[in-house]
């Protein structure tokens, strides 16, 4: 057996000013299995657990393209193409199975749904009857055409996000098991609607996702439930797919994939009040910042987050 693995990632804020060219992917631009190996093996990140899944196996692995960036504004048009073609082209068609890394909210100019299109071109390359998996962003927006392009999708369950790792451990062994013909993954997607703010989206607090979680992973000890995969989406991206998703992967059981959305969709939705989020107004932000004996006192707008791909020209500096 040969497995594949590929990649592209950026989280796109089409909020932040400026153009994302094809050099911000320059930093991180890793082809062939010397450079995949050498960068990643032994880091608990993605790759490193493709690498670790696949190795432990036996099986062969042949590595493409992987390229990524620090979060930024909307990608230029013509990087978005060079990217695609690219992860696209370098998949090896010759193997049983591919891996797509992913993070699941790249937005170029003309085209909002990247992931989608790379997907389909891997399946175009790759053929109907071999499978695919991705592993995406618990920021993740996903859309109709990545889960029609793959056969297994594997989100993170955690923010903030320290299980990319296991994530693509689980994703390569559903990919072996699909591969051998053990199972048959059938997905099922429910969108319930909701644009929800990252500071509301912590799973390790109480509180409504961490209940979206608790009941995802009570679905996920079934033994016909393959993964559960609950996605907060990233709002600070304006395209059609943005919002709050949820993927059931079911073993050869469509329709239990389809209740199982369904349900958690029904949850959200019924939670969706609780994810109100409610900034301090700037006086009594500032007064609460006078008190604080020790500093220093940082006074942010949360949408303007680097880490999100915002310019952070929003922060007040309140050094004592
Ligand atoms: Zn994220």
Redesign the pocket.
């Known amino acids: 057996m040969k497995l594949a693995v590929i990649g592209m990632y950026h989280?796109t804020n089409t909020f932040a000013p400026g153009r994302t060219g094809l050099e911000a992917f320059s930093t991180e631009w890793v082809l062939g299995n010397d450079e995949f190996l050498s960068r990643y093996r032994d880091t608990r990140t993605s790759m490193g657990g493709v690498i670790d899944a696949v190795c432990s196996e036996g099986i062969e692995l042949a590595c493409g393209l992987y390229a990524g960036a620090v979060p930024s504004g909307m990608i230029a048009a013509d990087a978005a193409d060079h990217l695609i073609g690219a992860v696209a082209g370098s998949l090896d068609t010759t193997s049983d199975g591919v891996l797509v890394i992913l993070h699941g909210a790249m937005a170029a100019e003309g085209l909002p749904d990247v992931e989608g299109e790379l997907l389909r071109r891997v399946r175009e390359r790759l053929g109907l009857s071999k499978p695919i998996a991705a592993t995406l962003?618990?920021?993740a927006n996903i859309s109709p055409e990545m889960v029609r392009n793959t056969n297994i999708l594997v989100g993170y369950d955690t923010?903030p996000?320290i299980d990319a790792y296991e994530r693509a451990v689980e994703a390569a062994a559903l990919l072996i098991r699909t591969i051998r013909g053990e199972i048959v993954p059938t997905l099922a997607m429910a969108k319930p609607g909701m644009l929800v703010v990252p500071q509301m989206m912590p799973t390790h607090e109480e509180g409504p996702m961490k209940e979206w979680m608790d009941r995802a992973f009570a679905m996920e000890l079934e033994p016909r439930v393959l993964n559960v995969t609950v996605a907060g989406g990233f709002p600070y991206s304006d395209v059609p797919d943005a919002g709050v998703s949820f993927v059931v992967t079911t073993d050869k059981d469509p329709e239990l994939a389809v209740r199982y959305a369904d349900e958690l969709k029904r949850m959200a939705w019924d939670s969706r009040e609780r994810f109100a989020y409610a900034a301090l107004p700037v006086e009594e932000a500032v007064s609460k910042a006078m008190e604080i004996a020790e500093g220093p006192v940082i006074l942010v707008e949360g949408s303007d987050n680097v880490g999100g791909g915002a310019p952070a020209d929003a922060p007040i500096p309140w050094l004592f």
Request: aromatic share 16%; glycine share 0%.
């Open positions: 989280e962003d618990l920021h923010y996000h």
